[in-house]
């Protein structure tokens, strides 16, 4: 399994963790009772599951496991694959500091734009070093 | 990878391109854009990218690597694995399509039947090869 991979179904399995855990807390009576304000945090909730924890899983599975690219670069750019882990990640980071701080009228938009771009610079760079590899080997 | 995976796989990440784009916009576009306008691209965007993107890789996926027949071809009939692939790209549009013109319900039911038959036809075709490798014919 490449490095690469690893990195991915690692952090995968953290976001699957904090998701866990921030759904536990959504549901704690007390929190419910006092901090009703936290219900903005669904979102962040889905998010951390669907991308964080299913999508990073099929990105890190499919650089490891779909056709060889060449026999010189076998996985495509080793350079853009980590550049989409990061833009993942910090991506994903910024959304769950910046979803609840918005709602709480604590933070601009720009950090939210901010996750955007990153999350749409991660998705695209996957699309772009995944698509030649889509062939017979 | 045979060619309907690739067909199946590659299609999955027009969604993704897609769908991660609908998606930067909500996330950026809440002070950004007209709400209400943004707003209704929410079903679109978890459209392209849970059924569009999730579940049409997992079925291109799966085509390619489940276990394969000993005699005849390889990977049994392709009509409805080829019926499925046609039969979803026409229901995520429909559905889309019909969550994006709020007053057009038909449309989405449409598009939903024909999801529904795609996932019938896929599992038809796939529950037979779910077994231990080198058993059957």
Known sequence: MPRLTRWYLRAAMLHLGGALALGVLLQWPAVRAELPVMVVLFPTLLHLLVVGWITQVI???????????????????????????????????????????????RATAGLLVASALLQLLAGWTFVLNTWPRIRER | MPRLSIWLVRTSLVHLTVGIALGALLLAGRELADGAWVARLRPVHAELLLFGWTVQLIMGVAYWILPRYRAGRERGSAVLPWAAYWLLNAGVPLVAAGQWLSGAPSLALAGRLLEALAAGAFVAHALPRIRRFGSGT
């Open chain 1, 59 to 105: 990105f890190g599975v499919a650089y490891w496991m779909f056709p060889r690219y060449s026999a010189e670069q076998p996985r495509g750019s080793e350079r853009m694959g980590w550049s989409t882990f990061a833009s993942l990640n910090v991506g994903l980071l910024l959304r769950v500091v910046g979803e609840p701080l918005h709602a709480l009228g």
